[in-house]
């Protein structure tokens, strides 16, 4: 393989200095025929810096369907998760997407493979954002844009999942937690933080056709998200 273009890096620390980054990287066989967006990392460990090799972390052999490092968050024991927006088929000119996440272990290191952490396939994604709380567990924002091919309705919705430290991801857990049927309302960019007992708060601007609000929505830690959306900004 050739390197052809590397962009798109994120880069974060854990609490012993130890850092990961991770990017995309496209690449072109030797007759620079076959194309393909691959997704890699690499490891900083303090006293010792860089370690030797990056290590891909998606890895796809066909062209056009293209793997691009969306997120990115270490908790403070050293594990990892990368999240990725990954091509998942290709319709005319149209890409669809879906949201893939690999898993980095400070005891056996990379999963073989990045896996969907999500069902059913996008027409456009943006992760807006990943975190951990103090006991390893994680939860993926995302803003989705879903259109049919031709392009002729666009609806915006925001879906959440979580990852738990003692079982990993569950797929069909994912939720959608904001959903409007109206064309010319908007939803994205959803932001959220923890508190102290792994419970989540997050906001989300909206765009309601002339007029904009803040909407807010609660994750509770043992029940899941609180279906009671508030209007933070009217």
């Not at 994205?188 to 929505?217: C, H, M, R, T």
């Not at 994750?219 to 279906?227: N, R, S, T, Y």
Request: hydrophobic share 35%; no cysteine; net charge neutral.
């Amino acid at each position: 393989k050739v390197i052809y273009y590397t962009g798109l890096p994120t880069i974060a620390f854990d609490n012993k200095n130890n850092a990961v980054a991770a990017w995309g990287q496209t690449e072109y066989d030797s007759d620079g025929i076959n194309i393909t967006r691959n997704a890699y990392a690499r490891r900083f460990v303090k006293g010792s810096g860089w370690e030797s090799n990056s290590i891909p972390i998606e890895n796809e052999s066909r062209s056009g369907y293209n793997s691009n490092v969306a997120g990115l968050a270490i908790d403070k024991d050293g594990n990892v998760i990368v999240i990725l927006n990954q091509v998942v088929n290709i319709v005319g000119a149209v890409h669809e997407y879906m949201v893939y996440a690999n898993y980095y272990s400070n005891i056996s290191g990379w999963n073989t493979s990045a896996v969907p952490i999500h069902t059913g396939k996008l027409f456009m994604d943006n992760i807006s954002k990943i975190g951990f709380d103090g006991n390893g567990n994680t939860l993926v924002l995302w803003s989705q844009y879903q259109s049919d091919p031709l392009g002729n309705t666009t609806l915006s919705m925001i879906f959440a999942n979580s990852y738990r430290a003692n079982s990993g991801w569950d797929v069909s857990a994912a939720k959608k937690i904001e959903n409007d049927n109206n064309t010319y309302h908007y939803a994205g960019n959803p932001q959220y933080v923890f508190d102290g007992n792994g419970n989540a708060l997050d906001i989300w601007p909206k765009i309601l056709g002339n007029s904009n609000v803040i909407i807010s929505e609660r994750f509770d830690a043992k029940l899941g998200w609180i279906a009671s959306k508030q209007k933070v900004v009217l």
